[in-house]
């Protein structure tokens, strides 16, 4: 268990749906990061929140959003899914910068049909 | 734009051999890391190099960062099963945020 706790496990759902992704972060730790991983994409950075702020954005789709909440966990929004969003979605945290690394979920794998 | 790029994509190999895993960049980082990935699970980090020429072992796998902190080695020596997964390099951007490698597939035969 590496601390960070992402839910669901799995998710499938239909096109032009809408899904919440949750993440808790590692105890102690105020960053939180998304990343979205498929096969032919590698990891690609989606946003970031830092102690309940938004700090940086990465190509995230304006069909998507997320939020950190006042005891850190955050979600991430998925709507109007298309067939191109299945993938893995990774949350990873660290204690401030990713100088020293992030620790990462086990992550959502997400499937629409 | 900070790009790092991995080679080879793929490996396989046979237990007990040696293989060398690159992270390469035209851009000067603060630091690089190592993450293996199991399948169904998220990256695992193995090291963080920091200073220009550093050496760092971690049982049979050694991590180098280039002199000029551009890029990095991983090497591993006497492969065994277990080693199997994606092997991700990451560096922080002038944002600091973690940008990944596209990573090394490495299967390890016994």
């Not at chain 2, 277990?82 to 390099?89: F, H, M, Q, R």
Request: net charge neutral.
């Amino acid at each position: 268990d590496s601390g960070v706790t992402q839910t669901p496990k799995h998710l499938i759902t239909a096109t032009g749906q809408r899904v919440t992704l949750r993440c808790s972060p590692r105890s102690g730790d105020l960053s939180v990061y998304w990343y979205q991983q498929s096969l032919d994409q590698g990891l690609q950075f989606l946003i970031q929140y830092y102690n309940g702020e938004e700090r940086a954005k990465g190509n995230i789709l304006e069909r998507f959003s997320a939020q950190q909440f006042p005891d850190l966990h955050s979600e991430l929004n998925l709507s109007s899914l298309e067939l191109g969003d299945s993938a893995l979605y990774f949350c990873a945290s660290s204690v401030a910068s990713a100088n020293y690394g992030y620790t990462f979920g086990s992550g959502t794998r997400l499937t629409v049909v | 734009t900070q790009l790092l790029e991995q080679s080879p994509q793929f490996l396989s190999i046979q237990e007990g051999e040696n293989l060398t895993v690159y992270c390469n960049s035209s851009s000067v980082f603060s630091s690089l890391q190592w993450y293996r990935q199991e399948p169904g699970e998220g990256p695992v980090l193995l090291v963080t190099v920091v200073t220009g020429g550093e050496v760092k072992k971690l049982k049979r796998l050694t991590f180098q960062f280039g002199d000029a902190r551009k890029d990095s080695s991983l090497h591993i020596t006497a492969a065994q099963p277990g080693d199997t997964g994606l092997y991700l390099c990451a560096g922080p951007d002038s944002s600091y945020k973690l940008i990944f490698g596209s990573g090394t597939r490495l299967l390890v035969r016994p």
